[in-house]
């Protein structure tokens, strides 16, 4: 992030460009469809929000650079250039007002992908220098203390004593030659160590040889947000050096969208090469645990419940089934959104928004549609598997003061398994 | 050029020439612009294949997901009945089946002249609609810039001026049918520098979409 300018940024973008974003742009007729897809335009109504909208800089990049009729019109001065007043100016448009959830990729009749190239287009603007200060700092202490809230070993270590003291049971760190290696996210480190606690039952029971790596226990990957290269493959590469130090056939993605993205969709890409291991979403696993019988559940929670789809683990991860598998293993009356699965309305707080400081007023704003949707129900609890749609739907939904309680899945699980008594 | 006749031979021969080769050179490098670029191999473990989902993204994007529908009814409607209208009046007209066929060789079977005339009315009332509404919705509004506007005519003239010259609505009959012809050659020569492109370019566009998802396992 030092030494950005707005000619580092011009070469991101360039770097950036590729034929699928050259053919949506081509398409596109201004249709504005898009716009009624995207939380920030439905629960704003300000156009300025329309997803295609926010890719205008890199649109002119396209235009000027890699179409022959945009070349004239540039050498006749028919063009609005990119300049440090136009990133400026739609920095708060792609970061604060995109949580790439990917909605509006699903509804273009065109067929435009426009988060994915929102994606690429956050590579120009960071290069540029045009980033937001909370997404920055969450950056810079991931790269230099290796968690974006901060969070160090030793308050891991001393989560674990925690989760041992409660459970009886022990969580394997550094251990070599085991199946799969767990990332944790540093929310739920701090926030939700239940999750921990309750893959430590579930594995016990089902008999997985598993580790915690104390050098790279974290799965969150601000560089993804930011749209950093740099930064999202120092961060990929502790985990895949990790985990192929310490020999595990598997890596577990924890409860966390963008971390999933991150470690199995970005992650060989960033580094250049395929992993020597797998990598699995911990609902995929749980899944499969349940599908071969290795864990087995009693008893069903009878309030009325709904699951939240995690953008980037289910419309942009693929792991679509899992979640409704073990959601109804351990649930009498779980119900499903209107809009669900891949059509999912996000929380309001991924791709970094929710490490925005000034985006937070915006965030609870749009979180309205979330309970729109939630209103349509009547659920007592909602469901969700990822901590950071977790804490921001807790937040959201104390600002619109509906008590419904937020629950992990895993836990759930967990908290319905059948343990053998030793 | 001095009579309507001679703005007619010009239109039919010389000026067709023109604008055929502009349009066709013109789609070429728009074409090969984009191809050029190409993407790189993505190297994390597939869940989906690409092929499939690909092509059915190309299909089914044809048909509005049911939250747009509700959302932008009035966008998918008249998006459905213009195009529709607009093929049915260029490739379903037997006028327009007789220049092909002298063209290229090759002929079908063509609607009765008093269904295209209605189709035509009908085409022609909805591209004014979506122009109205673009003028007044406020995302097509605020999203919309002079090639918006220069599409929308380009598009609306040749609709306009053939169903002037149908009905003989000016006069000489050559006069009218030399400015449909020049109206279908302005927009052949506007394509292939504009987002009429989007014509060719969906089916990429579609693709891409649809092969990245379905990489992933989604159906998009």
Known sequence: MSGATLERGMNAFREQMNAPVASFFSSCVNCGMCAEAC???????????????????????????????????????????????????????????????????????????????????????????????????????????????????????????????????????????????????SM???????????????????????????????????????????????????????????????????????????????????????????????????????????????????????????????????????????????????????DHREMNWCCGGGGGVSAIERAEELRLKVFKRKTSQLDDLNVETLVTACANCRLVMEEGLEEYKLEIPVVGLTEMIAEHLVEDKE | MSTPTDFLLWVRGPGFDIALVIFVIGVIIRLLEVLVLGRKADLAEARGTEMGPGIRTLFTRTLPESGSMKRSPFTVAGGYIWHIGFLVCLFLFVPHIELFNSTIGIKWPGLPSNLIDAVSAVTLVTLLAMLF????????????????????????????TGYLAFHRMINPYPLVLGLHILSVEVLLVVFPFTKLMHAFTFVFARWYNGAMAGRRGVQS
């Open chain 1, 39 to 185: 939380l920030f335009y439905t629960e704003t109504g300000d156009p300025k929000y329309t997803p295609i909208n926010k890719l205008e800089p890199f649109r002119r990049v396209w235009e000027q650079e890699y179409t022959l009729f945009g070349k004239i019109k540039s050498m006749l001065g028919l063009t609005q250039p990119v300049t440090d007043e136009l990133l400026a100016e739609w920095e708060e448009l792609i970061y604060d007002g995109c949580t790439l959830c990917g909605r509006c990729s699903m509804v273009c009749p065109v067929g435009n992908d426009i988060s994915y190239m929102i994606r690429r287009a956050r590579e120009g603007f960071v290069a540029a220098g045009y980033a937001p200060d909370g997404i920055k700092n969450a950056s810079r202490r991931a790269v230099t203390i290796g968690s974006p809230m901060g969070v160090k070993y030793p308050a891991l270590q001393a989560q674990i004593k925690h989760v041992e003291a409660d459970t009886g049971l022990q969580i394997p760190v550094d251990v070599e030659g085991v199946d799969y290696m767990a990332l944790l996210s």
């Open chain 1, 188 to 338: 739920e480190i701090m926030n939700f160590p239940e999750y921990m606690e309750a893959l430590a039952r579930i594995f016990k029971q089902a008999g997985v040889s598993w580790t915690i790596s104390s050098e790279a226990f974290e799965a969150t990957n601000s560089g993804i947000q930011i749209g950093s290269s740099d930064i999202a493959r120092e961060l990929v590469s502790r985990v895949v050096n990790a985990a192929e130090k310490l020999k595990v056939k598997y890596v577990i993605s924890p409860e966390c969208g963008h971390a999933y993205t991150a470690i199995r969709w970005e992650g060989p890409n960033l580094i250049g090469r395929p992993y020597n291991f797998k990598v699995v979403h911990i609902l995929e696993l749980l899944d499969e645990l349940r599908a071969t019988g290795r864990i087995k559940t009693e008893g069903k929670e009878e309030d009325r419940m709904t699951f939240h789809d995690p953008c980037q683990i289910v419309r942009k991860g693929g792991v679509l089934e899992s979640p409704r598998n073990l959601l109804n293993m351990v649930a009498s009356n779980f119900v499903e959104m209107q």
């Open chain 2, 133 to 160: 509404s673009r003028l007044n919705h406020p995302v097509k509004r605020f999203l919309s810039g002079p090639e918006d506007y220069l599409t929308w005519l380009v598009t609306f003239l040749p609709m306009l």
